[in-house]
């Protein structure tokens, strides 16, 4: 018994929680001219992360994708807002969601 409840102590400290990024939303603004891109971060640690969204158009498909750092504890931070180009944007195709610790600079 004094083992077993030796192990559980000493790998007690070795377990974390990951770093989730929470959903990411990809929608039109109110006036239809540009795409609005939001994400959160719910984790302990900041988290690089690339958002594409996919819409569709009469010219085809439309996409945008943008890479930002969200800070730790983060419910719902602009990661984006990109103009349409004067594209007449129509449905969400889908999208999706990247993230990773950011990488430390030299």
């Known amino acids: 018994m ?13 377990l974390t929680v990951p770093d989730v990024a929470e959903a990411y939303t990809c929608r039109l603004s109110p006036s239809g001219d540009s795409v609005i891109v939001k994400t959160g971060n719910a984790g ?29 504890g983060t419910p719902d931070w602009y990661v984006c807002v990109r103009p349409t180009a004067g594209k007449s944007v129509g449905a969400l ?3 999706e ?10």
């Open 44 to 72: 302990i640690t900041d988290l690089s992360c690339t958002v594409t969204c996919r819409f569709t158009t009469p010219q085809g498909p439309f996409a945008v994708t943008c890479t930002q750092t969200i800070p730790a």
């Open 93 to 95: 195709e889908g999208g």
């Open 2 to 14: 004094k083992r077993v409840f030796g192990a559980v102590l000493c790998c007690a400290g070795v």
């Open 97 to 106: 969601e990247k993230c990773a610790k950011p990488t430390a600079r030299r």
